[in-house]
């Protein structure tokens, strides 16, 4: 059987048809569909490419529990079951197994290995522990034992240093020198400095990132991944707080961060969507975040969809594209509440839902 898909793609707002040929979209019935039973599972509304989700760590609800591998495998579906069929792991208690790759009814990943923490810089025992004339070493092992991506915990307190601009340098360029990418864990202005001036490939928070900083990151390439639902919730209880130099300090660094979607979208800085948050499969509600920080609706949503997969290396809506898509009765430009209620979810050329 061939399936038959028809609507309006985004981002171009064009009314295509595709054919779904094995685990590809054509722009053209295949050779022999004239022979074939064409089934039309989609008529109508709107297609994004798949949802991603840059910022998740399945597999394990805390960096102090266990990697579990069943529950990776749930978190896997939970994502799946909400249109996010591309998701990037900057960083697990362990390395994914080899299964995840071969499985075709769960999201795509792109694995950037386990953490690496510097003494003092995590949870101790979370992810790999290395010293700081060790980390440039394990990031390249991460990176090519992985995705070509790992990550680094650039920083941890809020009242301690962060891991040394000269080390982090050595480390993004002995991971680019091998064709990775590193993703930079950081919550303090050093950190944020540190990570932008070092040229990671993707800042993961950047709570207090310097605003100066945003056209260095456009200029050369990295990314902002501001991850604010996680820490939505926590800005009501930081605010309940008695005064102290540490609940100023979040609350000021929770605010830069929402000013900075803005300003560095406006910089041309390539700003993402990541939940860092369970349950799994909640991507539309950081889009939704992005939106309120200031980024105009079509780019909140693009930073959940096709700006992310193009990112990763994959392409959207297009023909010899992978078969992976979302179909929507509204436009979820437009009403940006529907982008976490697909009618349809398409994963390989199989039908999810």
Known sequence: MIMRIRGVVLPEREERTFWVDGERLRSEPPAGAAAKRVETVVDGGWLLPGLVDVHTHPGAESPDN????????????????????????????????????????????????????TPGRFVP?????????????????????????????????????????????????????????????CQTAEGSRNAVLAGADSLEHGMHLDPDLVDLMAGQGTAYIPTLSAFAGSAEVWRGRDPSAQRSNWLLGWQRMIDNVRLAHEAGVTVLAGTDTFPCGTVAAESRW????????????????????????????????????????????????????PKRVMLRGRLMR
């Open 125 to 185: 025992g979370a992810g790999r522990d290395v010293g700081e004339h060790e980390l440039a070493g394990a990031a390249v092992e991460e990176a090519t034992a992985s995705s070509g991506w790992c990550k680094v915990i650039g920083d941890w307190r809020w009242d301690e240093p962060a891991v040394p601009l000269d080390v982090l340098k050595a480390t993004v360029d002995a991971v680019h020198a091998v064709g990775g990418r590193v993703a930079v864990h």
């Open 290 to 341: 992005l939106l309120r920080a200031g980024m105009p609706a079509e780019d909140a949503l693009g930073a959940a969809s096709w700006t992310a997969r193009a990112w990763l290396g994959l392409p959207g809506l297009t023909d010899g594209a992978p078969a992976d898509l979302v179909a929507y009765d509204r436009d979820p430009i437009a009403e940006p509440e529907v982008l976490g209620q």
């Open 66 to 117: 266990r990697f579990d591998e069943a529950l990776l495998r749930r978190h896997l579906s939970e994502h799946r079951d909400a249109g996010v069929l591309l998701v990037r792991t900057p960083g697990t208690v362990a390395r994914m197994p080899d299964w995840v790759d071969a499985e075709a009814e769960l999201p795509r990943v792109r694995s950037a290995g386990q953490w690496l923490a």
